[in-house]
């Protein structure tokens, strides 16, 4: 299929290089090597520095919580997020979110009872949640996908109701307010993370934020494979540190945030003005009345209206170089070997949306020019979709 793209144009594919989902955010790149430089000086470049120190200050004032602490990445976060909250039994999470979720959980020595999520918002299914609840439930996680904040108050209600802990894996969801309160205050604690694909960005990294002192003390000892003379009462550490080099760069990512935002928000914007209109595609919208990040443009294909499947737009798409991808794939209740470790009966729309779910590239270092051209071979896509429809028949049935 390598000139698939011929199906559209007779040229070539609509970009040079692969446009990848996630467009990083670069440092300038002056500031970026008066930072590492500094971390050089000092000759200090691990164990609590003072990149990291100031960066657990600077993340708690910025979502106006207690504490935050940071850490090497969010799946180490929430593996101590869960050894801090002494956790062990089953937990209830959603399947459809990314792997490293269930994988921290797994690590943890947890079970995870997987639980469907909502059709709209695509956020955990607070009406599932209580005929999943069991004797040794001790926790609920729920995920604010795509950016979007789960339904807080009302888990908040149902793990107070069953004397559960409630954490949220707010990996997507920097800088996002629910009810006008910045995501990071919700829960007994939440985890994000600094990836390079997110919103801040630390190469790698990650942060636990919590309005407990009790939970942030143990948080801070667990996350130090070494005792020292602050530290609570904990039964097992790891290392978790994050380093100077990581902190720098988060640093930086937080100084220009606002700014990554509103490129985010311009180019999300452009992918909603130019496709919401196509039939068949179902843009998952984001509440304006709140702080959003605008990281994922994310849409459901729904092949009756647009006339191809999601996997056939997608094929469409990376052969013209728009490394779109598809998510959840597979869902985590279907990734290998965790099936003895994990707990679900049906999860129809988890199902239903691994099949329909695409992200568009859009990030920091992307543009409005882009966003359109990427609009216009999904536009493109649609409207030839039954000429392409018979390619793809005719591709299928050539073996046979
Ligand atoms: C929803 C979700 N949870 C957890 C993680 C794990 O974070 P990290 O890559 O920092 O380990 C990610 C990100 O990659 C994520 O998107």
Redesign the pocket.
């Known amino acids: 299929m390598n000139n698939l793209f011929s199906l559209l144009s007779d040229k070539k594919p609509e970009f040079d290089a692969p446009l990848h989902v996630g467009q990083l955010y670069l440092p300038e790149r002056k500031a970026f090597d008066a930072a590492f430089n500094a971390v050089f000086d000092r000759h200090y470049f691990t164990n609590h520095g003072p990149l990291v120190e100031s960066l657990d200050l600077e993340i708690a004032e910025y979502l106006g919580v207690n504490h935050a602490v940071c850490m090497t990445?969010?799946?180490?976060a929430?593996m101590v997020a869960c050894k801090a909250l002494d956790l062990k039994g089953t937990v209830i999470v959603p399947s459809f979110?990314?792997c490293?979720?269930v994988q921290?959980l797994l690590w943890s020595g947890l079970k995870p009872i997987f639980c469907d999520v909502d059709n709209e918002s695509h956020n955990i299914d607070t009406d599932k949640i209580q005929a999943l609840i069991r004797e040794d439930t001790c926790a609920i996680v729920g995920?604010h996908?795509w950016g979007r904040p789960c339904d807080v108050n009302l888990l908040q209600s149902i793990a107070d109701k069953n004397n559960l802990k409630l954490i949220f894996?707010a990996?997507?969801a920097f800088g996002v307010t629910s009810d006008n309160i910045k995501v990071g205050n919700f829960g007994d604690l939440e985890i994000f993370?600094?990836?390079a694909t997110?919103i801040l960005n630390a190469a790698?990294?990650?942060c636990v934020t919590t309005n407990s002192p009790d939970i942030a003390a143990r948080l801070k000892t667990i996350r130090n494979f070494h005792s020292s003379d602050v530290d609570a009462d904990v039964s097992l550490r790891i290392n978790g540190k994050m380093s100077e080099a990581q902190a720098a760069m988060a640093q930086l990512s937080l100084q220009n945030l606002e700014m990554n935002i509103a490129n985010n928000k311009s180019q999300w914007n452009t992918y909603y003005n130019e496709l919401s209109s196509i039939a068949g595609l179902k843009i998952i919208i984001l509440d304006n009345s709140q702080a959003q990040n605008y990281q994922y443009f994310v849409c459901e294909i729904i092949e009756e209206d647009f006339g191809l499947s999601r996997d056939q737009l997608l094929e469409l798409l990376v052969a013209e170089n728009i490394q779109a991808r598809k998510y959840f794939n597979p869902p985590a209740h279907a990734l290998n070997a965790i099936d003895d470790f994990t707990i679900w009966t049906s999860l129809p729309i988890t199902e239903k949306l691994c099949g329909r779910v695409l992200q568009l590239p859009l990030g920091s270092s992307g543009s409005i020019k882009n966003a359109k051209r990427v609009s216009n071979i999904i536009r493109l896509a649609n409207e030839n979709s039954n000429h392409i429809k018979q390619y793809f028949l005719a591709e299928n049935t050539k073996d046979f």
């Not at 990445?73 to 180490?76: E, L, P, R, Y």
């Open positions: 990445s969010g799946t180490i929430i979110t990314f490293a979720t921290a995920v996908l894996d990996c997507h993370s600094f990836h997110k790698e990294g990650g």
